[in-house]
């Protein structure tokens, strides 16, 4: 077995850019989570409307009176329906994090 000697503390990091961090807190994130918001919402109602109009009824009727009826589903729009559902449980879920970052409360000052 090769034992080979492995790298340890500050060799495994880059050095440091000067500089400050970058903020997390920008209130324009607000701004951001509304748009979201409002993606999600026509993406539910997308979502919606495609679930809906996945469904055809057919009826029938025999020469003996009785009345057949089925129902035709449309893959491809229940699979979109189930996709938009999905993008716009994302999008609501990213304009949380958007909205908490937006309005989280600063970092204290030291105390002395």
């Excluded at 009824?57 to 025999?62: A, C, E, F, G």
């Amino acid at each position: 077995m090769i034992d080979l000697p492995q790298p340890t503390g500050t060799e495994l990091w880059p050095p440091e850019e000067p500089g400050s961090p970058a903020r997390l807190h920008k209130p324009w994130r607000g701004l951001v989570a509304a748009l979201e918001v409002l993606l999600a919402v026509a993406a539910g109602w997308a979502a919606y409307a495609c679930w809906h109009n996945s469904v055809a009824s057919v009826v029938t009727r025999t020469d003996d009176g009785a009345v057949l009826e089925s129902h035709r589903y449309f893959g491809g729009l229940l699979a979109a329906a189930i996709g938009l559902g999905t993008v716009a449980a994302l999008l609501l879920v990213d304009a949380v994090r958007q909205l908490s970052l937006a309005i989280r409360a600063r970092s204290a000052k030291p105390r002395a």
